[in-house]
């Protein structure tokens, strides 16, 4: 009788219903095409914590280090999180890095992506499989509109914990506050912040839009998360069904990118229904929010692999 292998998905982040889309997909996927042999429960932190940690609690910080020991199997995770493994992932947070969606699909899906996969799988115990969004571009939810380059200058806004984008917002004279995504709505309602970088799928699943009154449109990085799978559980996976998985990665992130892409006009529509504003720079401020940040192009330049950002930005 053939063994069923069992995968441990769990959830790192909120809103967990944005992070099931992936986990759902690929499951769907592995499901027709090994006809059972593979079985997939996707779970969250607390239930992971019962399940399989005797009901110790587990943090998201604690989640890596748990697929870097090989205890979970897959996991969907903040690109910004691998930085630590491999700080060319901080390359993909760069500000106004990306050109369209299908140029970042064309780095990402590409031999860009895999290089940076790779250099994932040799600083650490994790292999990347594909790169999703959960959530595009970045906005800044916030008390305040940001209607030109000026209106940054002395704002604190909440950011990821990358030094990538700490400097972006730098450059343009905003105060950075890195913090995690889950801490925003306590700063924001603290007054700790005047704002907080999110994405649209996450304004209203996040309860952003009680503390927040206006979206500042202002796409000035991509938020990308990826899915990830234990290396000890990957080698013990035949090739057959290691490119099983590979394509199973794909073809999810490929939906969940789509469906993030789409959440945009839904949210902009709930947007207006409820009077919430949201602002776009016009075409010269958001040149001169280009320029203004292109000292941290300059800061970085010797800091990633030598040839990374340019070949990012001469992909087709």
Known sequence: MNVVKKIRWVLAHEPIELFLRAATRFAQEIAQKTNGA???????LSQYSDRYAGGKKVSKNELLDLMDAGQIEMSQMYTTSLGKFNKD??????PFLFRSHGHASS??????????????????NIQG???????????????????????????KIRVAKSPVAEDCLKAVGA????????????A?????????ESTYPRFYSMKQNEVANVINDTQHSLFLTSIL??????GSLDAATQKIMSEAAQIAAHVERQESIDDIKVIQDKCKQDGIPVVTLSTEEQTKFKAATQSVYTKYESFFTNGLIDSIKNTH
């Open 89 to 94: 992932m901080f390359a993909l947070d760069m």
């Open 175 to 186: 105060i950075p506050v890195p913090m995690d995504l889950e801490d925003t709505n306590e």
């Open 129 to 155: 499989l594909a790169f999703t969004y959960s959530g595009g571009y970045r906005m800044i939810a916030a008390k305040t509109e940001i209607n030109k380059v000026e209106d940054f200058q002395g704002l």
């Open 188 to 196: 924001l309602n603290a007054d700790i912040v005047s704002g907080g």
């Open 229 to 234: 799978v234990g290396k000890k559980f990957w």
């Open 38 to 44: 593979i079985e997939i429960e996707v779970m969250t």
């Open 107 to 124: 780095v990402l899906d590409g031999q860009i992506g895999k290089s940076l996969m790779d250099g994932l799988s040799k600083n650490s």
